[in-house]
């Protein structure tokens, strides 16, 4: 069975630090993986995937992922942090419109 | 282009009645997939339709049913509601329901109390 695991259930960080958000995932065959955004009392926002090919995948809102397949990661970064990105993010991974996701991590930013 | 829409944005039941969200996709998408996203479980899928066809069904009770029309629009259906089901419901559209990687978008999401 597949799964996705984030182990920062919370993460702080100051207003223009850097970001990285860990994913792990467990998957019997090619994974096909996702970070999702989520404001409060919202959906979810697409902010980049991974399907093959380059395993830096490049995003919306300056984000990018690295996909490792020898750790089974796909972590989310971000060179500089803005207040607005305070928000809950998730990974899933998944096959056609039947996604597993991760538990999320909160992001809260420091002024 | 609008973006996936459901209907309504909010719910309150009383526990023993039954309910009925909406959610149209996206236009041109013929997928369309539900989600329960709760405190303590996160974010669970429900079940899948495509063309019609429910593809495939998450660990989820009886209770929990869904259908889609011909033009892609779809609805779940949850009967005998319980205190448990109070959740924000998803819906994700994506243009086909393959077994490769294909996008999904979301909806904001129908928030349903029950009391």
């Known amino acids: 069975a597949q799964s996705v695991t984030q182990p920062d259930i919370h993460i702080t960080v100051s207003e223009g630090a850097s970001l990285e958000l860990r994913c792990n995932y467990s998957y019997g065959a090619t994974p096909y993986l996702f970070w999702y955004v989520q404001s409060p009392g919202q959906g979810l926002q697409l902010l980049l995937k991974y399907f093959s090919g380059d395993t830096l995948v490049q995003g919306i809102k300056g984000f990018e992922a690295e996909f490792k397949r020898s750790q089974s990661s796909f972590n989310l970064r971000k060179p500089s942090v803005h207040w607005s990105d305070a928000a809950e993010y998730f990974c899933a991974v998944g096959s056609g419109n039947m996604l597993t996701f991760g538990g999320g991590t909160r992001l809260m930013v420091k002024p | 282009k609008a973006g996936v829409t459901q209907t309504p944005r909010y719910l309150i039941k009383t526990r023993g009645q039954q309910v009925t969200l909406s959610c149209s996709p996206i236009?041109?998408?013929?997928?369309v997939s539900w989600y329960q996203q709760t405190p303590g479980q996160g974010l669970q899928f429900l079940f899948e339709y495509f063309s019609e066809t429910q593809r495939n069904k998450g660990n989820f009770p009886g209770r929990f049913s869904g259908r889609q029309f011909s033009n892609s629009r779809s609805e779940m259906n949850v009967s005998t509601l319980e205190l448990g089901d109070s959740a924000l419901y998803l819906c994700?559209?994506?243009?086909?329901?393959?077994?490769?990687?294909?996008?999904?978008?979301f909806g904001q999401g129908t928030r349903l109390t029950v009391v």
């Open positions: 236009s041109g998408h013929r997928s």
């Open positions: 994700a559209s994506s243009l086909r329901a393959t077994s490769g990687g294909t996008e999904a978008f």
